[in-house]
């Protein structure tokens, strides 16, 4: 008996050593987000398209709030950031890194672990997730709120990140140069604060795996909507379904304050359950909506007989 849990112990110690690595492999994040069924990329991440990034660009922070709590997601958004560029709006893939505060032991594990797994040897073992960006991620870091000796990147590595991705980034930590980062045109921050101080005693225990980012679990390839209201992180495979349906709320709300704005019906019947003249009035409306949208006619139909709301 004394043997057989021996043996045990044995195998399952064995698996979790092999197991453990500081970047995720891709049959690890395909596990992680096994609800998505569309394209991904190399690293094993869901890959929404960037269509559907240029259209969540143009939701709001409640629309998306709304439709996640909807689908029982009431955990999505942060708040209260420092941004380096308040007014902007910036959505991507997200690229996640854990960092931890710095043990010996546990410092030389993880850069052994990292030079087996082909990571870079020169410059600090902070570059290791902005190595693997690409176009349109965003690189999110869990750097347990660290300000002081916690700024995870400074105007060098912040260039790096935008000529990889385009896009910048998130950090529960601080950065360095924000007068720098500034003046760098595409590139915006959403971070706990900033420091002069150079990153000292952190660690990146893992990439592209779960990570904590205030009050949400944030997983490798959700989508995150950024903006000077909140950060709210989207799991990739509700994306169409979210874009879509805030994409038609926000037509209902422009619609309603025009009707309100007009004097045309009582305030009840245009805020409330659509009554059949509403509905035709919303009908010639959409004929006529000046805008780009990607809401078809057929589209509006099917949300006017699903809602209900007549």
Do not use: C, D, R
């Given at each position: 008996m004394k043997t057989r849990i021996f043996l045990t112990a044995f195998v399952l110690s064995s698996f979790f050593v092999k197991?453990?690595?500081?970047?995720?492999?891709?049959?690890?994040?395909?596990?992680?987000?096994?609800?998505?069924?569309?394209?991904r990329s190399a690293d094993g991440r869901p890959k929404v398209s960037d269509g559907l990034l240029e259209r969540l660009q143009n939701c709001t922070l409640e629309q998306i709030w709304g439709y996640l709590g909807n689908k029982g997601f009431r955990n999505q958004v942060e708040k209260n950031w420092v941004i380096l560029k308040p007014g902007e709006t910036m959505v991507g893939r997200v690229v996640t890194a854990q960092f931890m505060p710095m043990r010996p032991d546990l410092d030389t594990f993880v850069r052994v672990q990292g030079k087996a797994e082909g990571r870079s040897q020169h410059g600090g073992i902070n570059i290791w997730p902005i190595d693997i960006l690409t176009k349109n991620d965003i690189y999110v870091a869990d750097g347990f709120g660290k300000i002081k000796d916690g700024t995870l990147i400074g105007s060098s590595l912040g260039n790096a990140i935008y000529g990889k991705t385009g896009?910048?980034?998130?950090?529960?930590?601080?950065?360095r140069d924000m007068q720098e980062l500034k003046e760098t045109k595409g590139f915006n921050a959403w971070i706990k604060g900033s420091d002069p101080s150079y990153i000292k005693d952190m660690t990146p225990t893992s990439i592209n795996a779960p990570i904590r980012v205030g009050d949400v679990s944030v997983l490798p390839g959700d989508v995150v909507f950024a903006n000077e209201y909140g950060v709210v992180f989207i799991p990739a495979y509700l994306m169409e379904g979210l874009v879509t349906a805030s994409e038609m709320t926000g037509l209902r709300d422009e619609f309603e304050r025009a009707m309100l704005q007009s004097g045309k019906y009582p305030s009840g019947e245009v805020h409330g359950d659509?009554?059949?003249?509403?509905?035709e009035e919303f009908r010639a409306w959409f004929k006529k909506y000046p805008k780009k949208t990607a809401?078809?006619?057929?589209?509006?139909?099917?949300?006017?007989?699903?809602e209900g709301r007549n």
């Open positions: 197991a453990q690595h500081v970047g995720s492999t891709p049959e690890y994040v395909k596990m992680l987000t096994s609800k998505w069924e569309g394209e896009k910048g980034v998130i950090f529960y930590g601080s950065i659509w009554a059949e003249n509403i509905k809401i078809t006619s057929k589209e509006v139909e099917a949300y006017l007989k699903k």
